[in-house]
T-cell receptor, first 115, second 115 residues
């Protein structure tokens, strides 16, 4: 496809469970970003990859959150021991490069609900 | 602290009317300012990107302005259409050196266009 895709579109889980959220960036985009958006709020930065490496993970709220991008394309955001406060829409974006005027293209998001 | 504030929080207008959304920011070091449109259940889509030296930029019926001295921006929508109903998010990019930017998102203005 031409755009950023994210799966699943919706995920409902129970408190304490482990979840994985997947992001497929636009082909050829080297930079990939994860954001979290709570209801009525703007997206908050979580982590940014340049290629395979995490260039900036300062937005990850705690060590229950982890993300990987092993081949420099698809990325997975992993959340351990989920808590109700983790409920949010998780957005992924990609850009051709990480240059200062790069345009980030967003996916539709994964809505995570922790019961 | 880097912050982006938007007003109003929400706005209802009649189809065909014009409207202006406001954004104030305290972000340093400033790199560029972007306006995004986010439809319900979708990821944000970029409307405009403006650098420090640009004070206006148009994209169809959308016109963004930037006053870097007062750290204010506005998004003017002309001849509104029902499809303009969405959240409009002001995003300021901070550059901490090198090519990497960090995006700071506002909470958005929720626009409803009624027939």
């Amino acid at each position: 496809g031409a755009g950023v895709s994210q799966t699943p579109s919706n995920k409902v889980t129970e408190k304490g469970k482990y979840v994985e959220l997947r992001c497929d960036p636009i082909s050829g985009h080297t930079a990939l970003y994860w954001y979290r958006q709570s209801l009525g709020q703007g997206p908050e930065f979580l982590i940014y990859f340049q290629g395979t490496g995490a260039a900036d993970d300062s937005g990850l709220p705690n060590d229950r959150f982890f993300a990987v991008r092993p081949e420099g394309s698809v990325s997975t955001l992993k959340i351990q021991r989920t808590e109700r406060g983790d409920s949010a829409v998780y957005l992924c974006a990609s850009s051709l490069t990480s240059g200062r005027y790069n345009e980030q293209f967003f996916g539709p998001g994964t809505r995570l609900t922790v019961l | 602290k880097n912050q982006v504030e938007q007003s109003p929080q929400s706005l209802i207008i009649l189809e065909g009317k014009n409207c202006t959304l406001q954004c104030n920011y305290t972000v340093s070091p400033f790199s560029n300012l972007r306006w995004y449109k986010q439809d319900t259940g979708r990821g944000p889509v970029s409307l405009t990107i403006m650098t420090f030296s640009e004070n206006t930029k148009s994209n169809g019926r959308y016109t963004a302005t930037l006053d870097a001295d007062t750290k204010q921006s506005s998004l003017h929508i002309t001849a509104s259409q029902l499809s303009d109903s969405a959240s409009y998010i002001c995003v300021v990019s901070a550059n901490y050196g090198g090519a990497t930017n960090k995006l700071i998102f506002g909470t958005g203005t929720l626009l409803a266009v009624q027939p």
